[in-house]
């Protein structure tokens, strides 16, 4: 029948759909803490406060492609960075005493800094830092085969790598 599939099938599906809870359960911790971070210091926090923050860590997820556990904390951190970052700016702004203004600044600038370099990584984890590498002279031999031309493999960030 062409409806029956094999053992191995069933383990490999059985083995994804696995994968995929385990990721939307991380994701789903790594949501809470965002919501614990952000909610933080407010007694009662309402339906709809809960349902935007929800809607806002959602949003930040899809539009910096956070797809799984470890994009997703990456991208919550991103987040938090920021965040202090436009504190720590608004800071900086309010105080007359330039020591202070230095202070802040000084931490915004390291602040900044961070998020640049959490930035790279995440670029980096999407797949998106390729390397093109040129291959100039190539022996083949009795038995051997090559390939000539563009050939297109899947990375390890899940992008395409072309060879």
Known sequence: MDNEISVSETEDLMETNNDVNVHREAISKIRNGYLVANLAGQEKVSDKEMDAKTEEFNDLMASLGADDGLKAMLVSQMAAVHKLQQ????AAKSFTNI??????????T??????VQQANLLHKLQGNGQQKVIVEHVHVYNGGQAVVGNVETIG???GKVKI
């Not at 504190?87 to 608004?90: C, D, I, K, V």
């Not at 020591?99 to 802040?104: A, K, N, T, Y």
Request: avoid cysteine.
């Open 110 to 115: 390291m602040l900044s800094n961070v998020f």
């Open 99 to 108: 020591e202070r203004q230095r202070l802040f600044i000084k931490n915004t």
């Open 87 to 90: 504190l720590a700016f608004t």
């Open 156 to 158: 390890q960030g899940g």
